[in-house]
């Protein structure tokens, strides 16, 4: 029996956990794929108080690190169903399941893929989804990273120091991401910038080795390159909670600033929640709110 089960070892679920233990709680962590979430696939860190600049690797073991010293439990099992037993939770996962008196759901978001009918076919040979991960793959070759957000040309900044060239594929001629990093990345030699352009077909034999970009006046250009980075922002997967829990029409977890779900004692904190700003600072925030609110239940 835990006092609190988090579901996700992002920053939001970590931070919960390392407020939650400092509070003398027994605390259980299930995490099913890596510790740290989103930001451990980030090349830089440049906008959270206190660091400077951090690799997203290296925020997310440090993380990962201060729970641990502090005895946090951490399983690395699917979460695939919450019971509400009323004065108890059941948690049920892939390998078993769990009693606890709090949840506290922390499950962040997933990759948007393209959409395109190819994209699923070279995922493996050419497609990716995390420049940290995949990037050095690419060492001396030509990529291109689609998608006008921090992600997208903070990745492509990353892999002009790795790759001979670097296409950055945008549909609007103006970035979303912040205004430093849209500078940055125009000064950059060997980044071309496409923009108001959308991939619309890849191609390759076994492996991708041309990207069929579309212009918004119809007119289509082949990019050859052997890598495309997909960066176009992320969705939510909370659809095994749906029985229970509150979900919007685009699947995030209906909660405000206080975490608290439309079932007591279940909590959702960070980019998995309804909110305006997901951002590191916002997902550490909810991870200390749901954390104090589920040790005061
Ligand atoms: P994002 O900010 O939502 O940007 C997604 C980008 O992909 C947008 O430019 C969007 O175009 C484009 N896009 C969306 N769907 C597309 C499609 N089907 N085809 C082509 N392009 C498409 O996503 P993100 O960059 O992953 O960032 C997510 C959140 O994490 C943001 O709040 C971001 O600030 C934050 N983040 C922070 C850091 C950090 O340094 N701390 C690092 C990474 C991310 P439009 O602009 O036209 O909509």
């Given at each position: ?10 920053c ?27 930001i451990a696939?980030s090349p830089k860190v440049e906008n959270y108080p206190g660091f400077s600049s951090i690799s997203g690797m290296e925020f997310s073991d440090k993380l ?68 940290v ?17 921090n992600?997208?040309v903070q990745?492509?900044i990353m892999?002009?120091g ?15 991401c912040e205004a430093k990093l849209?500078e940055d ?94 951002q590191l600072t916002?997902?550490a ?13």
């Amino acid at each position: 029996m835990y006092d609190i089960i988090i579901i996700g070892a992002g920053c939001a679920g970590l931070t919960a956990a390392i407020y939650a233990s400092r509070a003398g709680k027994k605390v259980l962590i299930l995490e099913n794929e890596g510790i740290g979430g989103q930001i451990a696939t980030s090349p830089k860190v440049e906008n959270y108080p206190g660091f400077s600049s951090i690799s997203g690797m290296e925020f997310s073991d440090k993380l990962y690190e201060q729970a641990d010293a502090l005895g946090v439990s951490l399983e690395l099992d699917k979460a695939e169903k919450i019971i509400d037993n009323g004065y108890t939770k059941t948690v049920k996962t892939e390998y078993g399941e769990y009693e606890c008196r709090a949840v506290i759901i922390a499950t962040g978001v997933k990759h948007r893929h393209l959409g395109i009918d190819a994209e699923e076919r070279y995922i493996g040979k050419g497609v990716s989804y995390c420049a940290v991960c995949d990037g050095a793959f690419y060492k001396g070759k030509t990529v291109a990273v689609v998608g006008g957000g921090n992600s997208a040309v903070q990745s492509a900044i990353m892999l002009s120091g790795l790759c001979e060239k670097v296409y950055l594929i945008h549909r609007r001629d103006s970035f979303r991401c912040e205004a430093k990093l849209a500078e940055d990345v125009k000064a950059i030699n060997n980044i071309e910038l496409v923009l108001n352009s959308t991939v619309k077909n890849l191609e390759g034999e076994d492996k991708l080795s041309a990207i069929i970009v579309e212009n918004n006046d119809g007119s289509q250009t082949k990019l050859n390159a052997q890598g495309l980075f997909v960066l176009v922002g992320q969705v939510p997967e909370n659809s095994n909670f749906a029985d229970i829990i509150a979900l919007d029409e685009s699947g995030y977890i209906i909660a405000g600033e206080d975490c608290k779900t439309n079932v007591q004692s279940v909590f959702a904190a960070g980019d998995c929640r309804t909110k305006s700003i997901r951002q590191l600072t916002t997902a550490a925030a909810d991870g200390s709110v749901a954390a104090l609110a589920a040790c005061n239940i």
